[in-house]
């Protein structure tokens, strides 16, 4: 059974950073794409990066475009753990963000929930102003 745990999340101010970490278990994704969503209170959950690999070649890289130029997707093979860094917080970056892996390719985008076959807890990013 697959699990994705997230770890990273807390306080932070405006401007400042934090690195968010998507820990795989239960299956070593060879070829996949894994992305970041995420949710601030009363919204629907949103797509924030994506990443797709095969072997150790990363094919492509996806960001919003709220988030381009500020935060980094990436991923460590030999942990089986996939980062997000983010940089230049804003108070509206404050959300639950989750981890989530796709067992196969859905579509062109893959931005949407639904594509994705396995979601982590999620872990609170607060960005204070």
């Known amino acids: 059974q697959v699990q994705l745990v997230e770890s990273g999340g807390g306080l932070v101010q405006a401007g400042g950073s934090l690195r968010l970490s998507c820990a795989g278990s239960?299956?070593?994704?060879?070829?996949?794409?894994m992305g970041w969503f995420r949710q601030a209170p009363g919204k629907e959950r949103e797509f924030v990066a994506r990443?797709?690999?095969?072997?150790?070649?990363?094919?492509?890289?996806d960001y919003a475009d709220f988030v381009k130029g500020r935060f980094t997707i990436s991923r460590d093979s030999a942990k089986n753990t996939m980062y997000l860094q983010m940089n230049a917080l804003k108070p509206e970056d404050t959300a639950v963000y989750y981890c989530?892996?796709?067992?196969?390719?859905?579509?062109?985008?893959?931005?949407?929930?639904?594509?994705?076959?396995?979601w982590g807890q999620g872990t609170q990013v607060t960005v204070s102003s």
């Open positions: 239960g299956h070593t994704f060879s070829s996949a794409i």
């Open positions: 990443i797709r690999w095969s072997g150790g070649s990363i094919f492509y890289l």
């Open positions: 989530a892996a796709a067992s196969r390719i859905r579509s062109a985008t893959m931005r949407t929930l639904d594509e994705y076959d396995y």
